[in-house]
């Protein structure tokens, strides 16, 4: 399977709080939730859909796991959506030591060695094992060469706090562009191909 990530993110490359916050990240102070709620065109909108729904797998970190199950696999309204549809039917793999016994079927819970548990998944003939949300899992999947495309879509707005997808000092990661376009809400498209790690060429005074 190729892995693929898609991302919800700010110009500022804040990626929490695309939809409400929880009652956690309230008490913590982050309060600017909500800003990708109806800030896609209907073109964008249904590639996420189609994005979703040709998944032949998710995998999923603790916390995205848990919140996407309290959502998408709770809410009868969200179920019934395409999405909720799609997540509920399709295998779900979630990286976590404290999960045993996950209550989202059909979920299989990946501990011990992560990189030989992805490596056989993605050995898996055909299909998009798909990752969403998950910052932590995404990082980490960059820094170990297991991600195949990177999709962002970058919603225009500053937000000025929360968790950003990457951090201001971490792995540094060339990428190619696969491709790239404006939707007609002024959201940026962007797919990207990891392709090792970027050549630098400083200029520096003698």
Excluded: C
Excluded at 136 to 161: F, H, K, S
């Amino acid at each position: 399977m190729k892995l693929i990530t898609m991302t919800q993110i700010t110009v500022d490359g804040v990626m929490q709080g695309n939809g409400h916050a929880t009652p956690e990240e309230l008490r913590s102070g982050f309060i600017r939730d909500g800003w990708a709620m109806g800030a896609f065109g209907d073109d964008t909108g249904q590639v996420i859909t189609e994005t979703y729904q040709r998944a032949a797998a998710f995998l999923f970190g603790r916390r995205t796991y848990e919140t996407f199950h309290e959502t998408w696999g709770t809410n009868p309204q969200m179920r019934a959506h395409p999405i909720g549809v799609a997540l509920d039917k399709a295998p779900k793999y979630v990286v976590s030591n404290s999960i045993s016994e996950p209550s989202w079927s059909p979920t299989t819970v990946l501990s011990g060695d992560i990189t030989a548990a992805i490596h056989t998944l993605k050995d898996t003939a055909g299909g998009e094992l798909q990752v969403h949300g998950s910052g932590a899992l995404i990082r980490w999947l960059l820094a170990n060469d297991l991600i195949d495309e990177l999709v962002l879509l970058t919603v225009p707005v500053i937000l000025g706090q929360g968790a950003r997808l990457f951090p201001e000092n971490g792995l540094d990661v060339a990428l190619e562009v696969v491709d790239a376009h404006v939707d007609d809400r002024g959201v940026l498209v962007q797919i990207y191909r990891p392709a090792g790690r970027p050549e630098y060429h400083p200029v520096r005074p003698e």
